[in-house]
T-cell receptor
Framework: GDSVTQKQGQVTLSEDDFLFINCTYS??????LLWYVQYLGQGPQLLLK?????NKGISRGFEATYDKGTTSFHLQKASVQESDSAVYFC???????????FGTGTRLQVLP | AQTIHQWPVAEIKAVGSPLSLGCTIK??????LYWYWQATGGTLQQLFY??????VESVVQLNLSASRPKDDQFILSTEKLLLSHSGFYLC??????????????FGAGTRLSVL
């Protein structure tokens, strides 16, 4: 079945550090790939999405490239801020179902 | 603009007691609606989805049920709570059909503690 893997459970950085969150996926369809961000006590918010392979999504300084060859959708940001502290979920939306599959999430803590 | 409202914000309930959680979507006609459950510090597990009034599909069996009595309303309920029902319940909507249906917009959630 469809699945998403996020290997990093927690990432701790200092302000202005480079962020890299690993995400790989497995599917037999042509999915939409998404990143959601969940701030403490809130529901997840869509951060960015990419519907076409080899395209890049960019939002609020974050970017992710839909790499069909390596089945990856890693999230990056050049310079993190303390306000970026949150849980980041990679997600896969298969093209033929009504279900979005989420990864286990990566908790980002940015120290001032 | 679309708004999604969940109620209550939080609940503390006893094992074996009934539960009803609600969700209302305003500003969007005939959306897909979803219930998700999130254990503390955990991932998001889809429970139910509905594409139209009166039709609800179950994704996992957790001794919960869902109903869609109106186009803009989605209800999650059970007659008998278990300890394992504790967690964060999230309602979400998406546009109907095509790739847009994979973009979910979540409510603020209801935190449930079963004691």
């Amino acid at each position: 079945g469809d699945s998403v893997t996020q290997k990093q459970g927690q990432v701790t950085l200092s302000e202005d550090d480079f962020l890299f969150i690993n995400c790989t996926y497995s599917t037999t369809t042509y999915p939409t790939l998404l990143w959601y961000v969940q701030y403490l006590g809130q529901g997840p918010q869509l951060l960015l999405k990419v519907t076409t392979a080899n395209n890049k999504g960019i939002s609020r300084g974050f970017e992710a490239t839909y790499d069909k060859g390596t089945t990856s959708f890693h999230l990056q940001k050049a310079s993190v801020q303390e306000s970026d502290s949150a849980v980041y979920f990679c997600a896969l939306g298969p093209s033929n179902t009504n279900k979005v599959v989420f990864g286990t999430g990566t908790r980002l803590q940015v120290l001032p | 603009a679309q708004t999604i409202h969940q109620w209550p914000v939080a609940e503390i309930k006893a094992v074996g007691s009934p539960l009803s959680l609600g969700c209302t979507i305003k500003g969007k006609s005939s959306p897909n609606l979803y219930w998700y459950w999130q254990a503390t510090g955990g991932t998001l597990q889809q429970l139910f989805y509905s594409i139209t009034v009166g039709q609800v599909e179950s994704v996992v069996q957790l001794n919960l049920s869902a109903s869609r009595p109106k186009d803009d309303q989605f209800i999650l309920s059970t007659e008998k709570l278990l300890l394992s029902h504790s967690g964060f319940y999230l309602c979400a909507w998406s546009l109907l059909g095509g790739l847009s249906q994979n973009t979910l917009y979540f409510g603020a959630g209801t935190r449930l503690s079963v004691l």
